[in-house]
């Protein structure tokens, strides 16, 4: 694990890249790391989140910027610019029930090729996904999900990098740490190594490769 800036941590971000972000309705999410990515104007991203909150709170900060190319999320009702990206027809919208997309990111993070769910049988949702039969009982196939980049944020971090968060902000931030090649990780406070007790361990340090330095 490296300590790095905030400019240096968004600049290895390529143009084009699949993100990660935690967060739901912006709870969560790595607020300085998401304007960092405004300022240095990173575009054509892929999102995979809960959510595209709303216009100026976290990942809507980039649906405002246009930076988006694809979001694969679970919700946009609160973000009317999301919305009319997507029936312009410059914002690819991937809508996935939440615990399917909960799930499908586990498995990235595992490991796993995919889940098996019947959430979406008998719908639309079906429609060109594999089915299989399971003691009788058809379930689709979800492929796994992963990213080339984590942004996650965490409420305590010590110096390598074991992670802890607080109430609803820690979602999906400890999922999406496992499933990325690359995660970067905002702080809201960093310790010396013995502060977070090892039963308080969230996300483990050997999966946290980058820590924003605060200040």
Avoid: W
């Avoid at 976290?58 to 029936?87: F, Y």
């Avoid at 639309?124 to 996904?129: N, V």
């Avoid at 502060?195 to 308080?200: E, K, L, N, Q, R």
């Amino acid at each position: 694990m490296k300590t790095i800036s905030l400019q240096d941590a968004v600049a290895m971000i390529p143009a084009g890249a699949t993100l990660m972000v935690g967060g739901f309705m912006g709870v969560g999410t790595p607020e300085p790391l998401i304007d960092e990515i405004v300022r240095q104007q990173k575009k054509d991203l892929t999102v995979i989140a809960n959510d595209t909150a709303a216009p100026g709170v976290g990942i809507g900060k980039l649906v405002d910027a246009a930076l988006l190319r694809r979001v694969v999320v679970s919700h946009i009702g609160l973000n009317p610019e999301t919305q009319r990206q997507m029936l312009a027809g410059s914002l690819t919208v991937d809508l996935v029930p939440q615990g399917t997309l909960a799930e499908r990111i586990r498995a990235g993070g595992f490991g796993l090729g995919g889940v098996l769910t019947a959430t979406g049988i008998g719908t639309i949702a079906e429609e060109g996904k594999q089915k299989i039969a399971v003691d009788g009982r058809d379930y689709l196939l979800e492929p796994a999900l992963r990213a080339d980049f984590a942004l996650v944020h965490a409420f305590i971090a010590d110096y390598l990098g074991n992670l802890a968060y607080v109430l609803t902000a820690r979602n999906f931030n400890p999922l999406m740490a496992m499933a990325a090649d690359t995660v970067v990780v905002q702080a809201e406070n960093i310790v010396p190594v013995g502060v977070v007790a090892p039963d308080h361990v969230m996300t483990p340090a050997p999966v946290v490769d980058y820590l924003v330095a605060n200040g």
